[in-house]
T-cell receptor
Framework: AQSVTQPDIHITVSEGASLELRCNYS??????LFWYVQSPGQGLQLLLKYFSGDTLVQGIKGFEAEFKRSQSSFNLRKPSVHWSDAAEYFCAVGEENSGYALNFGKGTSLLVTP | DAGVIQSPRHEVTEMGQEVTLRCKPISGHDYLFWYRQTMMRGLELLIY????????DSGMPEDRFSAKMPNASFSTLKIQPSEPRDSAVYFC????????????FGPGTRLTVT
């Protein structure tokens, strides 16, 4: 069955520290991969996406993610976290034959400490 | 563009009442998605439309839920009768195939059924 797993429910990092949020997927074909961010009470905003080509993709707000086919992973990274990055982060996977409807992971809640 | 518009932003209703959630997608987008977000189940796809036609409603939880898209600029999600377990945040999203595949999310409707 198709699935998206975000192993970490909560992560706490200090401001200025590096960040890596994990995402693993289980799909038959090559999926389309996304990271979204949700601030409290807000909708979802796209951070970055991967369809093909360079496996390291750059997104907004200084985020990047790397697609590793051999590990079925698409981890999100940021070299230096800002307090404003505190939010809920969702990894999502879509497939062409499902109309690009997204299958979301359960999310990782990021807390940034001073 | 104003983005995806959802109304109402908050809805409180009593069990057994009919609830109608509304969505206006971004002009020109040909796909529309309805998602539900709960603490227990995360973000779930309920139904999606392509060119106003429902393509996949396998995520609709019960017959109490129905969705329509009478034209390209308007969609509704109706729950009749509502139950307390329907309490959730309901998101509408739209996209234009194949331009980027990014789904643009509305701010959501927070539904509380008492």
């Amino acid at each position: 069955a198709q699935s998206v797993t975000q192993p970490d429910i909560h992560i706490t990092v200090s401001e200025g520290a590096s960040l890596e949020l994990r995402c693993n997927y289980s799909y038959g074909a090559t999926p389309y991969l996304f990271w979204y961010v949700q601030s409290p009470g807000q909708g979802l905003q796209l951070l970055l996406k991967y369809f093909s080509g360079d496996t390291l993709v750059q997104g907004i707000k200084g985020f990047e993610a790397e697609f590793k086919r051999s590990q079925s992973s698409f981890n999100l990274r940021k070299p230096s976290v800002h307090w404003s990055d505190a939010a809920e982060y969702f990894c999502a996977v879509g497939e062409e034959n499902s109309g690009y409807a997204l299958n979301f992971g359960k999310g990782t809640s990021l807390l940034v400490t001073p | 563009d104003a983005g995806v518009i959802q109304s109402p932003r908050h809805e409180v209703t009593e069990m057994g009442q009919e609830v109608t959630l509304r969505c206006k997608p971004i002009s020109g987008h040909d796909y529309l998605f309805w998602y539900r977000q709960t603490m227990m189940r995360g973000l779930e796809l309920l139904i999606y439309f392509n060119n106003n036609v429902p393509i996949d409603d396998s995520g609709m939880p019960e017959d109490r839920f129905s969705a329509k898209m009478p034209n390209a600029s308007f969609s509704t999600l109706k729950i009749q009768p509502s139950e307390p377990r329907d309490s959730a945040v309901y998101f509408c999203a739209s996209t234009l195939y194949p331009a980027g595949y990014e789904q643009y999310f509305g701010p959501g409707t927070r539904l509380t059924v008492t």
